[in-house]
């Protein structure tokens, strides 16, 4: 535990550092970090503009598939469905790309993101429309003795925002 929990302080001051090297401002009410569910974090723009939010709304755990044409995860592993939302506080439509959100576990390993057949999940790219909210899922393989640790948004390759999940499953 002791050790998961510098490793992790590491990790934040590495990003920190980075961050602040690449020019990205922190508004008052807005931050590129983030800590726990339904807490936005914020990615900026270089010029230091906020160009959309992301909220981790929900963590499900050893998650099923809804159709029997879907394959179970390797031995040993789960699957990992995270409830997101990101919110679009610009004047023009933004696109999301699934894979531009990645999830850490408590080792610090960024997980793979897994396609399976099903309703839930999202396959594709999503369009937030100006000054709007769009709720999706995104399906991850983990370890089953790992839990989720940090949730990664790279808008693109300049902005980027982070929520620290570490004790929220």
Known sequence: ?????????????LILATMSLGGV?????????ASGLNT?????????????TISVLEIE???????SY??????????????LEVSNPTSRPIQVATYTVGLYDNSGQRLQTT??????????NITVPAGESVQFKNLWVMWEDGS???VHWQYDWMSNAFIILVGDE
């Open 70 to 83: 879907s394959q179970e995860p390797d031995p040993g592993q789960m699957y990992v469905v995270l409830t």
């Open 115 to 124: 396609w399976v057949s099903s309703d839930e999940l999202v396959d594709d």
């Open 61 to 67: 755990l050893n998650w099923t598939p809804d159709t």
């Open 25 to 33: 401002t922190a508004q008052e009410s807005m931050s590129a970090f």
């Open 1 to 13: 535990m002791f050790l998961t929990r510098r490793i992790t302080a590491i990790v934040l001051t």
């Open 40 to 52: 936005p974090a914020t990615a900026y723009d270089d010029r230091g503009n906020p160009v959309g």
């Open 148 to 150: 989720p640790a940090m």
